[in-house]
C-alpha cells in the first residue's frame, strides 16, 4: 500500500508527474498538482500547505486501484475517520465496517453500481469512527480508466458534513415544535401574506374544512382572503364586507390589528365566532395572523402558527489554488460545480470573477488581511454562470515560498445559501412563535419528563401560566407542577396516570381539571396536550391551558338561581291559592261570628248556649288558620307599628317558656343599641313561637334555643348597600338538624316531617310569609346532627314607638249613616244589622254600580263600608269615584285578603282605613266609629287593628 510516508521519513526527495487519466493520488505532491522538474522542498512545502488546506475544509481524498486491493488515502481523510495518518491497513473491507449498519447496503450498491456504469456518484451517509462518535460524510469520486478505457479504479473527495446535518435537524425539530403548538390549538388559524392570500393553516382549519365538504384544494392555502370576504352571502355579507374593508386597512400600516364577532350559520347548527386579525412582520415582510375562534361556548381560544419550510440542504464545499497575481491555479470540481462553470473556464481567471461586483470590495479587504495574518474568514454574495445570485462563506489560506514570501492563497469555499434561508426561517419561526406565546389569552407551556425531582421540566412558561398558577417557571420547576397544583394526593395520582397515557399518544382535548394556585384559590382549567419530538430524542409536551373557574362558578350560580326562582314561583303560587281560599271562607266565617254574636244574648237555655259557644269556639280556629294561610300568601293584613326587637323578643319569652317545656333552655342575647323595625307586633310574637314549636320537635330529648338580635354586618349581607341599615334577629337550636332535601321545601306550605296528625306544616310557611310581607328576608341553615339557624333580615327605621291607644266599647254606637257595599249577600245582611245594632242607619248596596247610583241620592252620607275586591270595581276605585262627588265622606276599606289592595300608599291616598274578616259586631262597631271620629277630626288617626 503506497503512502506519502516516503517524503516525511526523510528519502531521497523523487520527481513525480501528475498523470491526467489517474487523476488525485495519495503522493501529496501529486495530490497538490505538481508538475515534474519541481524542487523536492517545494514540492514538501506545497503539500504540506495542501493538507493543512484540507484540514480546515474538513476535507479528504482518496484512490483505490480496479481490484479495491490498493487503496489510498491523504491526511485529511484519515483524521476525518478519527485515525493517525498511515496507522491502518487500508481496504475496501476496513472501509464498509466504519459506515454505519444502517447505511452500509446502500453505500455498497452505489459502489456497485458505479463500477458496473463506469459514472462518476455522490453520496451522503454516516460512519462510526474508533472512538464510537457518529459523523455524517458527503463523498464524490469519479471512475478511472486506462489507456485501454478500461476500468482502472476509483477517486474523489469526501468532506466532514456533521455540522450541516445537526444543523438540519435543529431546524426541523423547530419547525415540529411550532407546527405542533399550531396543531394544540383549537381555533382556525391561517396565516396571510402581504397580498392577503393564505399562505399556511393549521389542523383545526384542516379539520373544519374536511367536515364540511366540498373542501377547498390545499384547504385554502394560495385562495385570496380578500376573494372570500367578497363573496359572502345572505346576512353574513356586510360583516364580510367590514372584514375585508379592515384587512386592506391593517395591511395597509394604517391599524396594527383588529377583530370582529359575527354569526355563522351552516346546514347544523348557528353560532358565533370571533376573528382576530393581527399584523407582524418577519424579514422585512408584513404577514397577518388570523384566529377565526368558535366562541358559541367558549370565546377565547389560542394563537400559534409558523410558517413552514421545506427542509434545508448544504452545497458541496469547493477548493481552490490562486498565485500571487490573483489568477486560479487550481479549482476542484465541486468549487466549479457550484458556481456553474468548468474547470478549465475558471483555471487562469481571475480568483473575483465569480464575486458579486457590489462585495467585491469586502473580498480585496479580507485578502489583505489574509496577507497580513496568515488566514481571513469572510461571507459574500457569488455569481453563477447562469447570473443566479448565491451566498458563500469562504476561507483564504495564505501560500509563502521557501523565503516567506507571499506567492499566493488557497481558497475554501461553501455554498451557504439554503443554510442563510434556514436560519431566516428559524428566525421568523422563533419571531412568530414568541409572538404567538406573549400575546395568548390563555397559558401556554413545554415541558419533559427528567428522571431527577420534580420528574417535570419545563422549558416555555409564558405570563398567562404564571397568572393561572401565581408560579414563575423557575418555581414550578424547583417545587414541582404535581406537588403544588395537586396538593390532593388522589388528584396528583390521576394526573399522574393521565399524563403518562398522554405520552404514549392519548392527546388530551380541553379536559377540565381542579388545580390549587399559588395562594390557595381553588381554580379549574381545561387543558389540551400535544407530544413532539426534540432534537435530544426526547419527547416533550406542548400544552395549552384555558381558565374555565369564572365560567363555572357562573354556571352554579346560575343553577343556584334557576333553583331559588323555581322554588320562589312554586310558594307564589300556592300563595294565591291559599289567599283565595282563606278569601272566600273568611266571608263564610262573618257571617258565622256575626250570628253567634247576635244570638248569644238571646239565649236563656243553658244547652243552646253551650252550642253557640262551641261554634264560636270552631270559628275562631278556622279564622286563626285562615290568618296562617294569608300570612303564608303574604295577602293578610298587617297592623304595621314601630317596634323594638328587643322589646318583641321580651313579650315574646314569656309565652315561649310555656311552650317549650323545661327540659328545652331558652338564651336570650339582646344589642341594646339595635334599631326599630317596622312590624306587626302579634306576627312577630307569632313567627317566634312558630319557629319556637319547630325547634322544640327537633330536640325531643331536650336541649337549648338561642335567641339574638344584633345591627346587621358585611357578612349577613354584603350585597345590601352601605347606607342601608339593617337589623337581624337569629334563631337557632341544637336540636336534630336538616338534610339538604328538606332544606330545600322547608317553607312549603303542608310540609312536613312529622307524622300523620302531628302537625299541619303551615308553622314555618307562616314564618316566611309574615318576614316577607313585613320587606324581610329569612334564611335557613342547617345540617343533621348540627341543628339549626334561621336568620331574619328587616330594614330598620329611625322613629321612635308610638304609645298605644285604647278606646272604651261605650263610645263605640252612632247616629250616623253608613253606605254599606258588599257582593256576598249574607255578609252584606250580617253587616249591616251589627250596625243597626248600634245605632247607625245603614244604606245596602250589592255593587259598586248600584253604590254610585245609591250615594247621590242620599241627603246625608257620612261613611263608606265597602269590600275591597268586587266584581266590575274595587272598593279602592269605587272609594276614589265617591270621593270626587262627596269629599268629605269618610271611608272604611274589608276584604278576607287585600295584599293588592293594602297597598299603604294606595290607602294613604284616599285617606281610608281598613277591617279584615272576619270580624266580630265589636270590632265592627269599632273602626267605623273610630273611621267617623278621624273624619271629623275628633280623635287622631292611627293605624287600623284588626278584630276577631
Given at each position: 500500500?503506497?503512502?506519502?510516508r ?29 508538475g ?6 517545494a ?17 479528504g ?23 493517525d495518518?498511515?496507522?491502518?491497513e ?13 447505511d ?6 452505489t ?33 478511472l ?17 456533521t455540522e ?20 394544540a ?12 392570500v ?8 384542516r ?19 380578500f ?27 394604517e391599524?396594527?390589528?383588529f ?53 434545508l ?29 468548468t ?5 487562469g481567471?481571475?480568483w ?23 488566514q ?29 514570501r ?5 481558497g ?15 428566525r ?45 417557571i ?5 417545587l ?32 377540565e ?7 390557595g ?14 432534537a ?28 331559588h326562582?323555581?322554588?320562589a314561583?312554586?310558594l ?16 263564610l266565617?262573618?257571617?258565622i ?14 244547652a243552646?248556649?253551650?252550642s ?14 285562615t ?24 313579650r ?31 306576627q ?34 354584603p ?24 332544606l ?17 306544616g ?22 343533621p ?8 333580615v ?20 252612632g ?36 253604590a ?12 263608606l ?13 269605587l ?21 293588592d ?14 277591617i ?12 267605623v ?6 273624619r ?6 292611627r ?6
Open positions: 500500500m503506497s503512502t506519502d516516503t517524503a516525511r521519513a526523510g528519502a531521497p526527495p523523487q520527481e513525480h508527474t501528475l498523470s491526467a487519466k489517474t487523476g488525485i493520488r495519495s503522493d501529496p505532491m501529486q495530490a497538490a498538482g505538481v515534474a522538474s519541481v524542487p523536492p522542498d514540492l514538501l512545502r506545497s503539500a504540506e500547505r495542501l493538507r493543512e488546506s484540507q484540514a480546515i475544509a474538513h476535507l481524498s482518496f484512490h483505490c486501484d480496479a481490484s479495491f486491493r490498493s487503496v489510498e488515502w491523504s491526511d485529511g481523510l484519515y483524521r476525518i475517520f478519527g485515525l495518518p498511515g496507522a491502518q487500508l481496504t475496501l473491507e476496513f472501509f464498509l465496517s466504519r459506515v454505519h449498519p444502517e452500509r447496503q446502500r453505500v455498497e450498491a459502489l456497485r453500481s458505479a463500477v458496473a456504469k463506469q459514472r462518476e456518484y455522490s453520496h451522503e451517509y454516516r460512519i462510526v469512527r474508533s472512538d464510537r462518535e457518529l459523523r455524517w460524510l458527503a463523498t464524490t469520486a469519479r471512475v480508466r486506462d489507456e485501454h478505457e478500461q476500468f482502472a479504479g476509483l477517486e474523489g473527495t469526501c468532506q466532514d458534513i450541516r446535518k445537526r444543523s438540519e435537524q435543529t431546524v426541523e425539530a423547530a419547525e415540529q415544535l411550532a407546527r405542533a403548538t399550531l396543531d390549538f383549537a381555533a382556525h388559524i391561517c396565516v396571510l401574506d402581504s397580498n392577503g393564505i399562505r399556511a393553516v393549521n389542523r383545526a382549519w379539520e373544519y374544512a374536511d367536515a364540511h365538504p366540498p373542501v377547498t384544494p390545499g384547504y385554502g392555502v394560495g385562495c385570496s382572503y376573494d372570500s370576504c367578497e363573496s359572502a352571502e345572505g346576512p353574513e355579507s356586510s360583516d364580510a364586507a367590514a372584514v375585508s374593508r379592515q384587512l386592506r386597512r391593517l395591511l395597509g400600516g391599524i396594527e390589528h377583530e370582529v364577532e359575527y354569526a355563522c350559520s351552516d346546514s347544523e347548527r348557528e353560532g358565533w365566532y370571533i376573528a382576530r386579525f393581527n399584523r407582524f412582520h418577519a424579514a422585512g415582510s408584513a404577514y397577518v395572523l388570523v384566529f377565526h375562534e368558535d366562541v358559541t361556548e367558549q370565546r377565547l381560544a389560542e394563537k400559534w402558527l409558523r410558517e413552514q419550510h421545506s427542509a440542504t448544504s452545497a458541496m464545499p469547493g477548493v481552490s489554488r490562486v498565485d500571487a497575481a490573483g489568477k486560479y491555479e487550481f479549482v476542484s470540481a465541486g468549487y466549479a460545480q457550484i458556481t456553474g462553470y474547470v478549465d473556464e475558471m483555471v481567471k481571475d473575483t470573477r465569480n464575486i458579486h461586483p457590489d462585495d467585491v470590495a469586502i473580498a480585496r479587504q479580507s485578502h489583505e488581511r489574509m496577507v497580513r495574518e496568515g481571513a474568514e469572510f461571507a459574500v454574495r457569488g455569481v453563477r454562470k447562469d447570473g443566479r445570485v448565491f451566498h458563500e462563506e469562504v476561507l483564504l489560506a495564505r501560500i509563502v515560498d521557501a523565503e516567506g507571499p506567492r499566493g492563497h488557497h475554501f469555499m461553501r455554498d451557504v445559501t439554503e443554510k442563510r434561508a434556514a436560519d431566516e426561517r428559524e421568523k419561526a422563533s419571531a412568530l412563535r414568541e409572538a404567538l406565546i406573549r400575546t395568548a389569552s390563555d397559558g401556554i407551556c413545554v415541558c419533559h419528563a427528567v428522571s431527577e425531582y420534580p420528574f417535570v421540566r419545563f422549558t416555555i412558561w409564558n405570563e398567562r401560566m404564571r397568572a393561572i398558577t401565581g408560579y414563575t423557575e418555581e414550578i420547576n424547583r414541582g407542577w404535581y406537588q403544588t397544583v395537586y396538593p390532593d394526593a388522589t388528584v396528583r395520582e390521576a394526573a399522574i396516570r393521565r399524563m403518562e397515557a398522554m405520552r404514549l399518544g392519548d392527546d388530551i382535548r380541553a379536559e381539571w381542579p388545580i390549587t394556585a399559588k395562594n384559590e381553588q381554580r379549574t382549567i381545561a387543558i389540551s396536550t400535544s407530544v413532539i419530538g426534540t435530544e430524542g426526547e419527547p416533550a409536551v406542548v400544552g395549552i391551558m384555558h381558565d374555565t373557574t369564572e365560567r363555572r362558578r357562573a354556571e352554579e350560580e346560575r343553577k343556584r338561581l334557576e333553583l326562582l323555581q322554588q314561583q312554586r307564589e303560587s300556592i300563595g294565591r291559592l291559599a289567599g283565595g281560599v282563606a278569601h272566600d271562607f273568611n266571608n266565617l262573618t257571617v261570628f256575626g250570628h253567634c254574636a247576635l244570638l248569644r244574648p238571646r239565649c236563656a237555655d243553658a243552646d248556649c253551650g253557640i259557644d262551641e261554634i264560636r269556639q270552631a270559628a275562631e280556629q278556622a279564622a286563626a288558620l290568618r296562617q294561610l294569608l300570612a303564608f300568601g303574604r295577602q293578610s293584613f298587617l297592623s304595621m307599628e314601630v317596634i323594638n326587637p328587643n322589646d318583641g323578643v321580651r315574646a319569652v314569656k309565652l315561649l317558656r310555656r311552650i317549650i317545656g323545661e327540659d328545652i333552655a331558652l338564651e336570650v342575647q339582646l344589642d341594646r343599641d339595635v334599631s326599630n323595625i317596622r312590624f306587626d307586633p302579634t312577630f310574637t307569632q313567627l317566634l313561637m312558630n319557629l319556637a314549636v319547630n325547634s322544640r320537635d327537633a330536640m325531643p330529648r331536650g336541649g337549648r334555643i338561642t335567641i339574638s338580635t344584633a345591627r346587621l354586618t358585611a357578612d349577613f349581607a350585597q345590601a348597600a352601605p347606607e342601608a341599615e339593617r337589623v337581624v334577629v337569629t334563631f337557632g337550636d341544637d336540636g336534630e338538624g336538616m338534610t339538604p332535601e328538606v330545600g321545601h322547608l317553607f312549603e306550605p303542608f310540609f312536613t316531617t312529622k307524622g300523620q296528625g302531628k302537625g299541619a303551615l308553622g314555618l310557611a307562616v314564618v316566611h310569609g309574615i318576614v316577607a310581607q313585613s320587606g324581610g328576608t329569612i334564611e335557613a341553615e342547617s345540617r346532627g348540627a341543628g339549626a339557624r334561621f336568620r331574619i328587616l330594614p330598620a327605621v329611625k322613629e321612635a314607638p308610638k304609645p298605644t291607644i285604647v278606646t272604651q266599647e261605650g263610645t263605640w254606637r247616629d250616623e249613616t253608613v253606605l254599606l257595599v258588599e257582593d256576598s249577600d249574607s255578609v252584606r245582611q250580617t253587616t249591616a244589622t251589627f250596625l243597626r245594632h248600634y245605632g247607625y242607619t245603614v244604606v245596602e248596596a250589592r255593587d259598586a254600580c248600584a254610585l247610583r245609591v250615594v247621590g241620592e242620599l241627603p246625608r252620607c257620612d261613611l263600608l265597602t269590600d275591597m275586591v268586587m266584581p266590575g270595581m274595587s272598593g279602592y276605585e272609594a276614589a269615584a265617591i270621593r270626587a262627588v262627596r269629599s268629605d265622606i269618610g271611608v272604611l276599606l274589608m276584604s278576607g285578603y287585600s295584599r289592595a293594602l297597598d299603604s300608599e294606595s290607602l294613604s291616598g284616599i285617606r281610608a282605613g281598613f279584615s274578616k272576619p270580624f266580630a259586631p265589636s270590632g265592627l262597631a269599632r273602626s266609629r273610630e273611621e267617623l271620629d278621624r271629623d277630626g275628633q280623635s287622631a288617626s293605624a287600623p287593628t284588626l278584630d276577631a
